[in-house]
């Protein structure tokens, strides 16, 4: 982890360094929080460093939420010209030197070493704890988040709650149990629904409702089903405060020409257009902020938004579109099914002939919104090559999951209610509008739910409900992990079959090999 380290210090000192003009030149050994934070300005400059990386495309720009959304049973490999560490990941043959894992960990380890440095830079401050533990708790939201991420992605890895300045000590920091990782994940959003803000001025940053919405998520994950319902209890019982609800048009979550943030958000990314390829004089250089993920569920050869067509990499398998009913609203927001070529409009069942196009229907959630949204004007200076460089503004906590979650914990506790059911028929209600989009014409698809039907059923149904509200989102693969689905996922009758798949070994990806070779207290996981 040295390597690693070494490198996160360093890129946040640089970030610091850009805005503060009080800093003098230390070497780098002798740096530490005290020398750099004399304010709760520049505390909060620190911990926005720490924000920023996960816009990066080496975090949430591409390379997480690539593996997220191909890990599940939803979305597979369409053009397999593609890289190999991408089609290793959809077919669950990992090895561990996997370059998207490299990636993302690395990111998130520059968080942490971003977040920990201002947290005891604030804390060495001595300030009014009204006046401090504010701008503190948003850096232990981000580091309860992307913990959270990855302490179900890799298991036991060392857990860094710390700012340190001996470098060499990275070699012996020890993996923790993944009770003590969530112990703390835990611990950091309690203070953080103490101490963060009841409404939040930007949807990117956290307010109280953002943290006590992760934590039902977390309990969800872990099974403390009590607390689980408690949290989202809280957010739901508080939504007028926190200013939740659901968003009256699905489509409006994905369409970045609606300027302000969604009600229904309760944490987000805001991607900054003109940032990276066409711009590789911006901040941070040709990958800062920039949203591959449109090209990357794009399709190949298609011509209507005027910026060059997406790559077909990532893709829905074709029973997915084939068991969703066209019925659903959801699935037309989900789904493109035509492309322009040639100049002629061309549906998904002949696109055969078209060069690097898979043939089957696109993820639309996000390369679609780009030529919604930048359609005017020059929408290749505005959106970059293929798309690449978007405005888009990406969910990654909502509502929707907040009563999902409360109607889970609530069927474990105790089977269907009228109240658990309620939140789903809820979830459910807003996917009746007819694929016209007029909201005066609701059709009846999907139907309410009753509470009379076992729990067994509910469960499933609850499970159903977030596959096709949260699709393409990046959270399919933790539920399948969380409820031990993947022999049925991925068996010949799932929805994207892979014969690979191996419960022992594929619930955990490889951790980063070269902090593994280097470092005396981090162990491989089993099978790579």
């Known amino acids: ?40 300005d520049e505390v909060r400059l620190g911990i926005n460093g720490g924000y920023s990386y996960l816009n990066y495309e080496g975090f949430w720009g591409r390379q997480l939420p690539m593996t997220l959304i ?31 894992v490299a990636d993302f960990w690395i990111r998130g380890f520059h968080i942490f ?10 804390q060495d401050l001595n300030l009014p704890e009204d006046e401090i533990n504010p701008v503190i708790a948003e850096g232990r939201f981000l580091r309860a988040f992307v913990y959270f991420h990855f302490v179900r992605l890799f298991g036991e890895i060392p857990l860094v709650d710390f700012a340190f300045r001996d470098l060499d000590g990275a070699f012996t920091f020890p993996q923790s149990s993944e009770e003590e990782i969530y112990q703390s994940i835990i611990d950091d959003l309690e203070f953080c629904k103490q101490w963060l803000p009841d409404e939040q001025a930007l949807r990117t940053r956290p307010g109280k409702g953002t943290a006590a919405g992760l934590l039902a998520s977390v309990y969800l994950t872990i099974g403390e089903w009590q607390n689980a319902y408690d949290e989202a209890k809280f957010v739901i019982d508080n939504s007028g405060v926190f ?91 989900s789904f493109d099914t035509v492309v322009m070529n040639g100049g002629n409009i061309v549906p998904f069942t002949q696109w055969a002939g078209i060069d690097g196009l898979t043939p089957r229907p696109h993820i639309a959630k996000q390369y679609r919104a780009v030529g919604q949204a930048l359609g005017q004007g020059n929408p290749a200076v505005q959106a970059g090559i293929n798309g690449r460089d978007t405005d888009l503004d990406i969910p990654l906590l909502r509502y929707a999951q907040v009563l999902l979650i ?21 979830v459910r209600s807003r996917a009746r509008r007819e694929l016209d989009n007029d909201p005066g014409n609701d059709s009846s698809f999907p139907e309410d739910l009753s509470t009379g039907i076992s729990k067994e059923e509910f469960t499933r149904l609850i499970l159903e409900e977030r596959r096709l509200e949260l699709s393409f989102e990046g959270h399919r693969w933790y539920d399948i992990k969380r409820r031990n689905l993947g022999v ?24 980063f090999q070269t902090d593994v070779n280097l470092s005396e207290g981090l162990e491989q996981n089993f099978g790579y």
């Open 113 to 122: 070493a971003a977040v920990n440095y201002a947290i005891e830079g604030a």
């Open 488 to 511: 049925e996922a991925f068996g010949t009758n799932g929805l994207d079959p892979q014969p690979l798949f191996d419960p022992a070994v594929d619930y955990l990806l490889p951790k």
């Open 70 to 100: 191909l890990r599940g049973d939803m979305v597979s490999i369409g053009n397999m010209g593609t890289r190999p560490e991408r089609i290793q990941v959809d077919q669950m043959n990992m090895n561990a030197s996997n370059e998207l």
């Open 243 to 333: 200013r939740y609800g659901l968003e009256g048009d699905y489509a409006d979550l994905f369409d970045p020409s609606i300027s302000s943030a969604s009600e229904e958000v309760l944490f987000e990314l805001d991607m900054i257009g003109n940032d990276g390829p066409t711009n590789p004089t911006a901040l941070g250089g040709s990958n800062a902020a920039t949203d591959f993920m449109a090209p990357i569920t794009g399709p190949a050869g298609d011509e209507r938004f005027g910026f060059g067509a997406g790559w077909s990499v990532a893709v829905p398998s074709m029973r997915v579109f084939e068991n969703w009913d066209p019925r659903d609203y959801r699935r037309s927001v």
């Open 406 to 426: 409360a109607a889970e914990a609530l069927n474990e506790l105790g089977g269907p209610t009228a109240e658990s059911v309620g939140y789903v028929n809820m």
């Open 1 to 40: 982890m040295k390597q690693l380290t070494f490198k996160s210090i360093l890129l946040f000192v640089l970030i610091i360094a850009v805005s503060c003009e009080s800093l003098e030149e230390e070497p780098i050994g002798l740096i530490s929080p005290e020398t750099i934070f004399v304010s709760p």
